[in-house]
């Protein structure tokens, strides 16, 4: 089955202490991105990555790293997690087709989410 | 900030038609509309996009102005499990790039 998937699913942590939200993808999608979500303002991406070692900011990278060593996998790292990161975490995926000689951008698919808590 | 303007919340009676409206004035040549919706806080799932003619699947149709500076999307008969939030966001037709979303229109499906 054609899935992003992410872990874990919910998270609780503590001011500092670095952590690590993985996001995985069997669809061999080239592009893939982190979103945070908080009431009232919507999804807002963090980063996004075009492909293996390409990566760049979105609207609102600040504490946040990421890395894309392989295609499948997008890790988020929080290096010193505070509580204003205290949100749902998204993870998705996409990639493109040929659309006549075109390479289109596709639908994206999107993880389940990460609800994590930063006290 | 958002490429897109949305209302913040609508409601639709069941078995009726939804209507939501989208703005993009600012679209370029180069962008399609895409339309998501998030049930819950579960992940978003796609619904439909399209370039400039108006497109239907199963799940919805959508109806672009043939400005292309707004859009609609019609849930031809909602039902509960319709209540959910809806995006529109647009995104560059052929190039990676980044996604903005803005908060969306709530939609109520009233019974």
């Known amino acids: 089955e054609a899935q992003v998937t992410q872990n874990p699913r919910y998270l609780i942590t503590v001011t500092g202490k670095k952590l690590t939200v993985t996001c995985s993808q069997n669809m061999n999608h080239e592009y893939m991105s982190w979103y945070r979500q908080d009431p009232g303002l919507g999804l807002r991406q963090i980063y996004y990555?075009?492909?293996?070692?390409?990566?760049d900011k979105g609207d609102v990278p600040e504490g946040y790293k990421v890395s894309r060593k392989e295609k499948r996998n997008f890790p988020l790292i929080l290096e010193s997690p505070s509580p204003n990161q205290t949100s749902l975490y998204f993870c998705?995926?996409?990639?493109?087709?040929?659309?006549?000689?075109?390479?289109?951008?596709?639908?994206?698919?999107f993880g389940q989410g990460t609800r994590l808590t930063v006290v | 900030d958002a490429k897109t303007t949305q209302p913040p919340s609508m409601d639709c009676a069941e078995g009726r038609a939804a209507n939501l409206p989208c703005n993009h004035s600012t679209i370029s040549g180069n962008e399609y509309v895409y339309w998501y919706r998030q049930i819950h806080s579960q992940g978003p799932q796609y619904i439909i996009h399209?370039?400039?003619n108006n497109e239907t699947n199963e799940m919805a149709s959508l109806i672009i102005t043939e400005d292309r500076k707004s859009s609609t999307l019609i849930l031809p008969h909602a039902t509960l499990r319709d209540t959910a939030v809806y995006y529109c966001i647009v995104r560059l037709k052929t190039s990676y790039d980044k996604v903005i979303f803005g908060p969306g229109t709530s939609l109520s499906v009233i019974p």
């Open positions: 990555s075009m492909n293996v070692e390409v990566t």
């Open positions: 399209g370039l400039k």
């Open positions: 998705a995926s996409s990639f493109r087709r040929y659309g006549g000689t075109e390479l289109m951008n596709t639908e994206a698919f």
